[in-house]
């Protein structure tokens, strides 16, 4: 790694998206999903933003955007064993603490709804549904969804864009 990569966007947002780790270009840029994944979220963004604003519930202006692992790993690949979650989750966890106004965390991804949600399920078992968590003395309701990289690899798959969507749309329906 060359830098620690530790969020974007307004901390006293009520929406955070957490993933799994920098990356080369996150890394090399200090912020999260700033690559193709990146840019992909973004686009995912803007839509939860119009549905939003179509069904009449506020949306953040800048969503809190963090990862599990504030260090790329090396050569891009997270410990086997998951001892670099594991020293990192109490950091994630002070994190989103700090967020005073903190009602919904989207989990991008297997490694960060895993995390979130204590759980060893795979992201296909864990997504399409809304969990109540504790974040220090906030209730907060954890969305799982499936990580941008992966919707990426599997453009044409119109039913797993259709299943991506529709847990965004779920945690857009959770800010109400």
Excluded at 35 to 58: H, K, N, P
Excluded at 71 to 89: E, H, T, V
Excluded at 111 to 136: F, M
């Amino acid at each position: 790694r060359t830098q620690t990569v530790f969020a974007k966007g307004d901390p006293l947002s009520t929406l955070c998206f957490v993933g799994e780790a920098p990356g080369e270009e996150e890394d090399a840029q200090g912020l999260p999903f700033v690559g193709d994944s990146g840019r992909f979220l973004d686009r995912q963004i803007a839509a939860m933003r119009e549905y939003a604003a179509r069904i009449g519930v506020e949306f953040p202006a800048s969503p809190y955007v963090c990862n599990v692992l504030k260090c790329r790993p090396p050569g891009n690949k997270l410990l086997k064993d998951g001892s670099d979650i594991a020293a990192c989750s109490p950091h994630l966890w002070a994190q989103l603490r700090s967020l005073p106004n903190l009602r919904v965390i989207v989990a991008v991804g297997r490694v960060a709804a895993q995390t979130l949600l204590s759980s060893e399920e795979t992201i296909s078992k864990l997504r399409g549904s809304i969990s109540p968590i504790a974040v220090g003395q906030l209730a907060v309701l954890c969305v799982p969804v499936y990580h941008p990289a992966y919707l990426l690899r599997r453009r044409n798959d119109k039913a797993l864009h259709a299943e991506a969507w529709a847990d965004l749309k779920r945690a857009v329906e959770g800010l109400r």
